[in-house]
């Protein structure tokens, strides 16, 4: 049996918004496993407890740059939020951005290699990046890019500098654009039902399942109720079929079709989304520097 710890709980805690006692005993149950005890909490409290899921736990910025039918959406990371008000890493991001969709490289590592000086540091973007920490005195990295380029026009939409869109069509800018933001505020997972990744399907009807069977109904009613589930999950995660943010009377690709606009795709990035962030204990950290005291003593 694991041993649930109060930080395990805490992590629970903010990831669902479930209450304590909840959360310990689904961690209890899950034998300490954190993704299985978020599952059971959903299956037991509903969407409450997937409400805070897609809170962040690292610090950074995503950037974009446009050019034409060329562009890019970067994430860059950093250890506190207040680097990311700091000029020279803010550059370095840009910078990082604009490189990829000029030069197109196939991975951070061969980002890194581009040629590029700030700051007194280089010749390439990995060398100043490294200059940086330096100077900075805190560690930041390169996460992940997105490159676009073809026939279709872009448009790009930042919420500050945590949230960021980048989103292909042909048709009106204006329009283009709204979608972009939309992105931003109800983060569809895919453009169309059929669209949705396989996994996360099945995720969703293993919980709608779940919770079904505890309805006590017969089995006809139980699948019915699980197909309901997961086809009000499709309609909730897919763009398209999204009740448009600007106007609650049409959905997004009434709302396209009216402006004769398509959106070919999509890319979301969220700062530090799936990342992991050190949960400090300070009792513990406290309670252990006594106890070490004491053996020196």
């Known amino acids: 049996m694991a041993v649930i710890t109060a930080s395990m709980v805490a992590e629970l805690r903010a990831k669902t918004d479930a209450p304590m006692m909840e959360c310990k005993k689904a961690l209890t149950e899950a034998d300490g496993d954190m993704a299985k005890a978020e599952e059971l909490l959903r299956v037991k409290l509903g ?86 920490i330096g100077k900075i005195g805190e560690n930041m990295s390169f996460r992940r890019f997105k490159r676009f380029e073809g026939t279709h026009k872009l448009a790009a939409y930042l919420h500050g500098t945590r949230i960021g869109v980048l989103v292909e069509f042909d048709g009106d800018e204006t329009a283009a654009k709204d979608v972009a933001m939309h992105v931003a505020a109800m983060k569809p997972v895919a453009l169309t039902s059929a669209d949705v990744p396989a996994d996360l399907i099945e995720k969703e009807r293993s919980v709608a399942a ?50 004769n606009t398509k ?35």
């Open 210 to 259: 779940a919770k079904a069977a505890e309805s006590g109904k017969p089995a006809d009613i139980v699948t019915k109720m699980v197909e309901g589930s997961v086809q009000k999950y499709l309609k909730e995660v897919s763009l398209f079929d999204q009740t448009f943010v600007k106007n609650d009377k049409q959905t997004v690709e009434q709302m396209l079709k009216a402006a």
């Open 47 to 132: 969407s409450k407890a997937g409400k805070a899921s897609s809170r962040v736990t690292a610090e950074g910025v995503v950037t974009s740059f446009i050019s034409g039918n060329t562009g890019a959406l970067l994430e860059v990371n950093c250890e506190t939020d207040f680097v990311t008000k700091n000029d020279s890493f803010l550059a370095l991001a840009q910078a990082g951005a604009e490189l990829i969709a000029k030069h197109n490289p196939a991975s951070i590592e061969a980002m890194g290699a581009l040629s590029y000086e700030q700051d007194g540091f280089g010749p390439t973007l990995e060398d100043v990046r490294k200059g940086l």
């Open 263 to 297: 959106v070919a795709s999509f890319t979301l990035y969220v700062v530090g989304e799936g990342i992991e962030k050190k949960v400090d204990d300070f009792a513990a950290e406290v309670a252990a520097q006594v106890a070490a005291a004491k053996q020196t003593a």
